[in-house]
């Protein structure tokens, strides 16, 4: 609490054109501190049509003139940028208050804001910048979380509908699936989008396809979990961070740092979540991944950046454009970050650390405004071909400490008991939610080695109170990943069923323990519930 002898009265501070400045609680006093003072951005929120931005300063900074100078800046700017949108005579504690101007041009929903002084004729930045942290303030009437189940499946877009049922015959609970970005922008241009003042154009059957993948399996009763790719694709480069497109990869880093690409993303990304909020006849998607695997950014996140430090931030201010984009539509919504299984190690020297790259966006998020991100985790077996973990190839590379090299499911509880941590929570002081959104095992061991792992892996979710699901990959093998050695589908390619697919079907009905009896025998498992390391 700031001392009573900094201030005496109310007063209500300047304002510039269209601006509304209050100052509450505090009087301005002269600032006669030397240097930039001790200035703190403590929150910035939406408030009705308004953003306010609450400060306080327990050290003034020196000034030519007296006055703080609030700036709204995109993310990639730095020092203040162009004209200040508010100001208010120094003070030890102020609110300032600017238009949100929401589906305007002017809209200052992705902006972080920036207070400044001038000294020496220059504005001068005496706070971290912080961004707007409740999106979800305009967000009315989302619909609930559809929590059925734990038990999830990467969908075989061939078998999704048109008198298809082995997804409902299997009973999936959660499905996931992908899209890509560069698929709706543009097109045929056929479906038009008005967005903070611009339209966009975004091609209509690129999505009648995902809207046929949403709808129908809202309809057979799935949550759905949709992971936002970003690819190469000729003409929309834009689209691509600049750090990143004189690479060769699968996938790109997101683009925050330039006008087009950066109002792009939170156009589409604001369409998509609004088309799949459940209220458009469309479908209904719960939980949002943003990119694949980030830590792995040669392969799946290109960016020529080196410095990780560097890199999470860049990625983080795609994750929070996404994040105030799918909030603002759908408050019920999980935003995630998604990393895989190489927790402490560096694979090759073209991966961060699964852990190292946890930190650094947390470090980055938290220091601009923590908001309520969570996390996608792909534990995959040491190695990813060894479905049978119970007799480790090393068992030093799977243990079940903070600096285990790899995270699987036979450690997973090393992720959740880590963002217990109170550094890692969210903005209300909660553990995130886990979502493990791809892990699958290969029946290259044989079908009842990897029947076993499924039924392991699904009560190793079930046991484990963070972990809010489990998407097994996959519904079909896949003939890339099958010359990888990774034959991970409940089903072969021409669709016979392997013994993983009555496995996965009866893991969670009321044949369930059978199953679990099934599994423990063949792993050796003498105490199952001690096994589950139950959270």
């Known amino acids: 609490m700031i001392k009573n002898r900094f201030f005496s009265s109310l007063k209500i501070a300047t304002v510039l054109t269209a601006t509304l400045v209050s100052v509450f609680s505090f009087a301005p006093l002269k600032a006669d501190a030397a240097g930039l003072g001790a200035v703190t951005i403590n929150s910035v929120s939406i408030a009705g049509e308004n953003v306010v931005v609450n400060i306080s300063a327990s050290d003034l900074p020196s000034s030519d003139d007296g006055q703080f100078y609030l700036f709204a800046e995109k993310p990639y700017q730095g020092a203040p940028a162009g004209s200040p949108v508010a100001q208010a005579p120094i003070s030890a504690g102020?609110?300032?208050?600017?238009?949100?101007?929401?589906?305007?041009?002017?809209?200052?929903?992705?902006?972080?804001?920036?207070?400044?002084?001038?000294?020496?004729?220059?504005?001068?930045?005496?706070?971290?910048a912080k961004y707007i942290t409740n999106p979800e303030a305009?967000?009315?009437?989302?619909?609930?979380r559809k929590n059925?189940?734990?038990?999830?499946?990467?969908?075989?877009?061939?078998?999704?509908?048109?008198?298809?049922?082995?997804?409902?015959?299997?009973?999936?609970?959660?499905?996931?699936?992908?899209?890509?970005?560069?698929?709706?922008?543009?097109?045929?241009?056929?479906?038009?989008?008005?967005?903070?003042?611009?339209?966009?154009?975004?091609?209509?059957?690129?999505?009648?396809?995902?809207?046929?993948?949403?709808?129908?399996?809202?309809?057979?009763?799935?949550?759905?979990?949709?992971?936002?790719?970003?690819?190469?694709?000729?003409?929309?480069?834009?689209?691509?961070s600049p750090t990143a497109r004189g690479g060769r990869s699968s996938y790109y880093l997101m683009n925050t740092s330039e006008d087009n690409g950066l109002e792009y993303l939170e156009a589409v990304v604001s369409f998509l979540a609004m088309r799949y909020n459940g209220k458009n006849g469309c479908g209904q998607v719960d939980n949002w991944v943003i990119a694949n695997e980030v830590n792995a950014k040669n392969i799946w996140n290109y960016s020529s950046v080196t410095d990780q430090m560097q890199y999470a931030q860049l990625y983080a201010d795609s994750l929070r454009v996404c994040y105030n984009a799918i909030k603002s539509r759908n408050a019920n919504a999980y935003v995630c970050i998604s990393l895989d299984q190489n927790w402490t190690h560096i694979h090759n020297g073209s991966y961060y650390s699964a852990r190292s790259m946890l930190e650094a966006i947390n470090a980055c998020?938290?220091?601009?405004?923590?908001?309520?991100?969570?996390?996608?985790?792909?534990?995959?077996?040491?190695?990813?071909?060894?479905?049978?973990?119970?007799?480790?190839?090393?068992?030093?590379?799977?243990?079940?400490d903070m600096n285990t090299p790899y995270l699987t499911m036979e450690n997973i509880e090393v992720l959740t008991d880590f963002l217990c941590q109170p550094a890692f929570r969210n903005s209300k002081g909660g553990v995130r939610p886990v979502l493990l959104t791809e892990v699958g095992y290969s029946s290259t061991q044989g079908e009842e080695a990897q029947a076993a792992a499924i039924v392991y892996a699904y009560q190793r979710c079930v046991t484990n109170q963070y972990i809010k699901l489990i998407a097994f990959n996959r519904q079909t093998d896949s003939p890339v990943e099958i010359a990888q050695g990774l034959s991970v589908g409940l089903t072969h390619t021409n669709g016979a069923r392997k013994l993983a697919f009555e496995f996965y079907q009866q893991m969670d009905g009321p044949n369930a323990g059978a199953y679990i009896g099934r599994a423990a025998s063949y792993m050796g498992i003498t105490d199952w519930n001690a096994q589950m390391r139950a959270r």
Not at 106 to 122: E, M, P, R, W
Not at 150 to 173: F, H, P, R, W
């Open 94 to 128: 102020l609110n300032m208050t600017v238009p949100l101007g929401y589906q305007t041009a002017s809209c200052h929903l992705y902006d972080k804001f920036q207070v400044a002084v001038k000294q020496g004729g220059n504005f001068i930045s005496v706070a971290g």
């Open 138 to 144: 305009l967000a009315a009437g989302s619909p609930a």
């Open 148 to 240: 059925n189940g734990k038990k999830g499946l990467i969908l075989d877009g061939a078998k999704i509908g048109n008198g298809n049922t082995e997804s409902v015959q299997l009973g999936v609970k959660q499905g996931a699936y992908n899209i890509n970005l560069t698929d709706i922008i543009g097109g045929n241009g056929a479906v038009q989008y008005g967005y903070n003042g611009k339209t966009y154009h975004f091609d209509s059957a690129y999505l009648s396809q995902y809207d046929h993948c949403v709808r129908t399996s809202t309809n057979q009763g799935m949550g759905m979990t949709m992971v936002l790719l970003n690819p190469r694709s000729a003409g929309e480069e834009f689209m691509i």
């Open 365 to 400: 998020i938290t220091a601009q405004g923590n908001i309520d991100w969570a996390v996608a985790e792909h534990p995959y077996n040491y190695p990813m071909s060894w479905t049978s973990f119970w007799t480790p190839k090393n068992a030093a590379m799977v243990t079940h």
